[in-house]
C-alpha cells in the first residue's frame, strides 16, 4: 500500500502537538521548583549544588507514583477476580469502571503520601534549630491539600498531552521528570569521568542503554520483519524487583529477629548484594516473559489476525527468539553493578540503567508518532491494547484491510507490559476508519473469545 504524501496541513498538525506537549513538559518542571507553603524560608531549597536547583518540598512533590501504583494494584485485583478479568482487554467503555477504581486509589494513596510528608516535615528542624514547617494552625492540613493537588494536577498535564499532544501523557511526565534527574547527574561526568573508577562503568552504562534500545526497535534475528514479538517480553520490572526483593527481608527481618540474628542477615545480604539482585532478576525474567507473553497466546493473536496459517508458528518462533532476547537483556543489565564494584563504585548515576532506558523508550515513542502523523495525515485513537504482543498483529491486520495505522507508547509499554495500564497501547487511524480498525484490534485482542482450546491462564 502507497502511503499518503505529508500534507502541509499534517505538518502544522505535529507541529503543534509538538508544542503543546513541549510548553506542558516545561511548566511541570517550573512547578517542580516552587517550594510547598508553609516552609522556613531557610529550609525551602536543597542546600546541595544542582544544575536544576529543587525546593526541599515543591508543591508537585508527591509526583505521578501514587496514580502508577493505583493503577498497577486494580490491575492485579481485576486480574485475580473473574468477574473482572473480562473487563481488562475490552474497549474503553469496558476498563471504564477499573479507570474509575484506579483514580479513587491513586488519591487515597497521594493522600496518604502527602500527610507522612508532612509528618515528617513536623518533626525536623533547620541547622539553627528552627522548625521546618509552620507552626500556624492550619498548615499541616494547607500543605497536605496542597501536595494532593500537585499530583491531581500533573495528572490532569499527562491527560491533557495524551489528548492534545505527542504520546502517552503519564509516559512524557515520568520520562521528562528522569530527564531532569538526569541532567543534574551528568553535569558531575566532566570531573568524574577521568578516573577509570567511574569511566568504565559510565561505559557499560551507555552500552546498556543501546542493547535495550536496539533491541525494542526489533533485534537481529527476526525473520525479515514479518512476524515480531515486542522485545523486552519480561518487561524490565525484574530489574526494580530484584533491588526490593534484596533490600526487603532486612527491613522486615528487624520487626522480629534479635539484633545479632538480624545483623547477621544484613551482613550476609550486603555481601551478596549483586549476586542476589542478578539470580532474582533472571529468575523472574524467565517467569514473566511467559506470564506476559505465552508462545500459545502470541500464536492465537496472529491467527486472530488472519494472516494466513504460517503466521501463527513462526510467531512462537519469534517468541521464543524475543524470550531468549529479554532474559539475556534483564541478565545483563542486573549484572552492571558487578562492574561498579570492581572499579571502587564510584560511578554517581543514582538511576541505574532502568531510568535511562525508560527516558529512551519514551523518546522513541514520540519520534514514532511524530513520524507516522507526519506520513498518514490526522490520526484518532481507534483501539487501546494492553498485550503488548498482540501489537504486531493488530498492525499487519490494519495494513491488510488497508488502513493506515499507528502504534502509541509501544516502546513505553513493553518496559512494563501489565503493570502500566495507565498507558496502553493506542493504535491511532485516520478518522473515517477508527470504527472498522476497532473491530479488527478487538478480535486481535482477546483471541481466546475466537479460539479458547488455545488460550492459558498468563499475567498477558
Same mark, same amino acid.
Given at each position: 500500500?502507497?502511503?499518503?504524501?505529508?500534507?502541509?496541513?499534517?505538518?502544522?498538525?505535529?507541529?503543534?502537538?509538538?508544542?503543546?506537549?513541549?510548553?506542558?513538559?516545561?511548566?511541570?518542571?517550573?512547578?517542580?521548583?516552587?517550594?510547598?507553603?508553609?516552609?522556613?524560608?531557610?529550609?525551602?531549597?536543597?542546600?546541595?549544588?544542582?544544575?536544576?536547583?529543587?525546593?526541599?518540598?515543591?508543591?508537585?512533590?508527591?509526583?505521578?507514583?501514587?496514580?502508577?501504583?493505583?493503577?498497577?494494584?486494580?490491575?492485579?485485583?481485576?486480574?485475580?477476580?473473574?468477574?473482572?478479568?473480562?473487563?481488562?482487554?475490552?474497549?474503553?467503555?469496558?476498563?471504564?469502571?477499573?479507570?474509575?477504581?484506579?483514580?479513587?486509589?491513586?488519591?487515597?494513596?497521594?493522600?496518604?503520601?502527602?500527610?507522612?510528608?508532612?509528618?515528617?516535615?513536623?518533626?525536623?528542624?533547620?541547622?539553627?534549630?528552627?522548625?521546618?514547617?509552620?507552626?500556624?494552625?492550619?498548615?499541616?492540613?494547607?500543605?497536605?491539600?496542597?501536595?494532593?493537588?500537585?499530583?491531581?494536577?500533573?495528572?490532569?498535564?499527562?491527560?491533557?498531552?495524551?489528548?492534545?499532544?505527542?504520546?502517552?501523557?503519564?509516559?512524557?511526565?515520568?520520562?521528562?521528570?528522569?530527564?531532569?534527574?538526569?541532567?543534574?547527574?551528568?553535569?558531575?561526568?566532566?570531573?568524574?569521568?577521568?578516573?577509570?573508577?567511574?569511566?568504565?562503568?559510565?561505559?557499560?552504562?551507555?552500552?546498556?542503554?543501546?542493547?535495550?534500545?536496539?533491541?525494542?526497535?526489533?533485534?537481529?534475528?527476526?525473520?525479515?520483519?514479518?512476524?515480531?514479538?515486542?522485545?523486552?517480553?519480561?518487561?524490565?520490572?525484574?530489574?526494580?524487583?530484584?533491588?526490593?526483593?534484596?533490600?526487603?527481608?532486612?527491613?522486615?527481618?528487624?520487626?522480629?529477629?534479635?539484633?545479632?540474628?538480624?545483623?547477621?542477615?544484613?551482613?550476609?545480604?550486603?555481601?551478596?548484594?549483586?549476586?542476589?539482585?542478578?539470580?532474582?532478576?533472571?529468575?523472574?525474567?524467565?517467569?514473566?516473559?511467559?506470564?506476559?507473553?505465552?508462545?500459545?497466546?502470541?500464536?492465537?493473536?496472529?491467527?486472530?489476525?488472519?494472516?494466513? &496459517?504460517?503466521? #501463527?508458528?513462526? *510467531? +512462537? /518462533?519469534?517468541? =521464543? $527468539?524475543?524470550? @531468549?532476547?529479554?532474559? %539475556?537483556?534483564? !541478565?545483563?543489565?542486573?549484572?552492571?553493578?558487578?562492574?561498579?564494584?570492581?572499579?571502587?563504585?564510584?560511578?554517581?548515576?543514582?538511576?541505574?540503567?532502568?531510568?535511562?532506558?525508560?527516558?529512551?523508550?519514551?523518546?522513541?515513542?514520540?519520534?514514532?508518532?511524530?513520524?507516522?502523523?507526519?506520513?498518514?495525515?490526522?490520526?484518532?485513537?481507534?483501539?487501546?491494547?494492553?498485550?503488548?504482543?498482540?501489537?504486531?498483529?493488530?498492525?499487519?491486520?490494519?495494513?491488510?484491510?488497508?488502513?493506515?495505522?499507528?502504534?502509541?507508547?509501544?516502546?513505553?509499554?513493553?518496559?512494563?507490559?501489565?503493570?502500566?495500564?495507565?498507558?496502553?497501547?493506542?493504535?491511532?487511524?485516520? &478518522?473515517?476508519? #477508527?470504527?472498522? *480498525? +476497532? /473491530?479488527?484490534? =478487538? $478480535?486481535?485482542? @482477546?483471541?481466546?473469545? %475466537?479460539?479458547? !482450546?488455545?488460550?492459558?491462564?498468563?499475567?498477558?
Amino acid at each position: 500500500m502507497t502511503e499518503p504524501a505529508a500534507a502541509p496541513f499534517a505538518r502544522r498538525d505535529v507541529a503543534r502537538r509538538a508544542a503543546v506537549t513541549a510548553l506542558l513538559v516545561v511548566a511541570c518542571w517550573a512547578l517542580q521548583r516552587v517550594p510547598a507553603p508553609f516552609l522556613a524560608p531557610d529550609a525551602a531549597w536543597r542546600p546541595e549544588p544542582s544544575l536544576l536547583p529543587a525546593p526541599l518540598v515543591s508543591v508537585l512533590h508527591v509526583g505521578l507514583w501514587p496514580v502508577v501504583l493505583a493503577f498497577a494494584i486494580v490491575e492485579l485485583v481485576a486480574l485475580v477476580a473473574p468477574r473482572l478479568r473480562a473487563r481488562r482487554h475490552g474497549s474503553a467503555a469496558d476498563r471504564a469502571a477499573l479507570t474509575r477504581a484506579a483514580w479513587f486509589v491513586a488519591i487515597a494513596l497521594a493522600a496518604y503520601e502527602a500527610l507522612r510528608t508532612v509528618e515528617e516535615l513536623a518533626q525536623v528542624g533547620t541547622s539553627e534549630g528552627i522548625p521546618v514547617l509552620s507552626s500556624e494552625r492550619l498548615a499541616p492540613v494547607v500543605l497536605a491539600l496542597t501536595l494532593v493537588a500537585g499530583t491531581a494536577l500533573l495528572s490532569a498535564v499527562a491527560l491533557a498531552i495524551g489528548r492534545h499532544g505527542l504520546g502517552n501523557g503519564f509516559a512524557v511526565v515520568l520520562g521528562a521528570d528522569l530527564v531532569a534527574q538526569l541532567l543534574g547527574v551528568l553535569q558531575e561526568v566532566p570531573a568524574l569521568a577521568r578516573d577509570a573508577g567511574v569511566l568504565v562503568p559510565l561505559l557499560l552504562e551507555v552500552a546498556a542503554l543501546a542493547v535495550a534500545l536496539r533491541l525494542m526497535r526489533g533485534g537481529p534475528g527476526e525473520p525479515g520483519g514479518a512476524v515480531r514479538v515486542p522485545v523486552p517480553t519480561c518487561g524490565l520490572v525484574p530489574w526494580l524487583a530484584a533491588q526490593w526483593v534484596m533490600q526487603s527481608p532486612p527491613r522486615l527481618g528487624r520487626s522480629f529477629l534479635s539484633q545479632e540474628t538480624w545483623d547477621s542477615v544484613s551482613a550476609f545480604l550486603d555481601a551478596h548484594r549483586n549476586t542476589g539482585e542478578v539470580a532474582v532478576s533472571v529468575a523472574l525474567a524467565i517467569v514473566l516473559a511467559r506470564l506476559f507473553s505465552a508462545r500459545s497466546r502470541v500464536a492465537a493473536s496472529w491467527s486472530a489476525a488472519g494472516l494466513g &496459517a504460517a503466521a #501463527a508458528p513462526d *510467531a +512462537a /518462533a519469534a517468541s =521464543a $527468539r524475543a524470550h @531468549r532476547a529479554s532474559i %539475556a537483556l534483564v !541478565a545483563f543489565g542486573a549484572a552492571l553493578p558487578f562492574a561498579a564494584a570492581a572499579f571502587r563504585n564510584q560511578w554517581p548515576w543514582v538511576l541505574g540503567v532502568f531510568g535511562p532506558v525508560m527516558a529512551g523508550a519514551t523518546v522513541m515513542d514520540l519520534a514514532a508518532e511524530a513520524r507516522a502523523r507526519r506520513r498518514l495525515g490526522p490520526l484518532v485513537p481507534a483501539f487501546a491494547l494492553h498485550r503488548v504482543y498482540a501489537v504486531e498483529p493488530a498492525l499487519a491486520a490494519l495494513a491488510q484491510a488497508g488502513i493506515p495505522a499507528a502504534a502509541r507508547a509501544r516502546y513505553f509499554r513493553a518496559l512494563f507490559h501489565a503493570f502500566a495500564p495507565f498507558a496502553p497501547v493506542e493504535l491511532l487511524v485516520p &478518522a473515517p476508519r #477508527a470504527q472498522e *480498525a +476497532a /473491530a479488527i484490534c =478487538a $478480535r486481535i485482542a @482477546r483471541p481466546e473469545l %475466537a479460539a479458547p !482450546a488455545a488460550a492459558e491462564v498468563t499475567l498477558p
